[in-house]
């Protein structure tokens, strides 16, 4: 099999993705939620009627796709009409997914402006919007890379068991389908792994004389109630998309 | 005194930019050192004869420029010729320094590439030019902000004490001064500190099975060799160039 599908690099990948994420996520919390930055149009014409994260975030693809980033299968971009590479193609790029075109980045960016950063950051505004921006920035594509994993996550568990989900992909039942792909004790373990993560990292920040970091209870739900459904639904997505064998 | 410049707050600015700095260097330090990504040209006429870290850096630059971000006086760019911001200026942008030119931007950059990169990524080429690139300008101005950070050190520790700073400052003695500015408990608090914390990363890094983190003793050298030289080299600069009172 290839590599970039055994389990357990897989595995490897998300763990230091939650990493990522939750690096990310403590330097968006030392800011409240400024609701503005996320709101098309606020900030006047120069954004071109997009709010300000979205405005940093399409020139920041901008820069990153001639970084070649979104050639490889384990990103997504955010916008689309992105200028091409100016460094060659990667033997990594080549991808071990079945072809599909699946994106949910706008369902990610959703989730991130109405239910993570009030989950995050303190309510309010403290002007800090270009911080924040830069913050979000960071964090939005490294959830979206962390979710969209699900299309590793799901190919690797067909090929395992191609005869277990055959017949259920040509039946297009997507409530079997997330029952077989659904791993209650793995889903469990990730949790605690986050919620001890987290706090792990605030012990680190407690050194910062108070300076705020995420509670570990915060951590959790931003995993369960956020992240996960969303790479069960790239799992069952890209599971659709796939033809049986 | 203007709450910028109280000590308690800075240093508490300081320790918050321990946790950003570790983790933008444990970021980094999960690909291999890239030299190739720091020679100018090596990437062909796209980046306009820069290194391919420098186009990302500069183009970067342009877009936190427009989101302000250095009209704030803890902030300093890496490139000139930057276009204007297009958020209104912020209360916080008002500066309580005295007027001053120093940028040691170009001795960081010089440090980063040839001293700090060898010194936490593994030598040799991955070819992750794009995301050890991306990893890079997470650094550089997380670093710089940290080192330029020794304006306010130093203009808080004159205005604590101005009769002893005032005829080393006439006699335009940089020595002294150096000697001055220093403190070496402090010093030896900071780089415990410092060690302390990247081992608690580590250990959350641990639980991602075995994923590179950097060594305690990586990071003390780090703001041992690197960062606390060129901090207290700003403090002393920045006092050559205030007009003594």
Redesign the interface.
Known sequence: MNEQLLLRNI??VL??L???IL?AI??RA?FKQNAVIYRPGA??D??GGDS?VGY?LH??EK??A????FTSPDEHPFYRNLPKP??PR???DESPLQPNSINLNPDIRHAYETGIIPLVCQDGDD????SS??CDV?CLPAISRRVHFGKFVAESKYLATPGRFNPVIRARNSETLMDLITDEKIEAEVLD?VE??AR??S???E?????AGIAPATARRLYRDWIMPLNKKVQVLYLLQRPPG
Do not use: N, W
């Not at 001639?66 to 980033?69: D, I, K, V, Y």
């Not at 050194?207 to 300076?211: D, K, L, Q, T």
């Open positions: 595995r490897g763990a230091r939650e990493d990522t690096f403590i330097e030392q900030m006047g120069m954004t300000l940093l020139e920041t820069i990153h001639r970084m070649r980033r100016i460094l990667l033997r990594f002007q800090q919007y270009g921006s830069v960071q792994r001890r993560k792990t990292y012990r680190g920040q050194a910062s004389e108070g300076v």
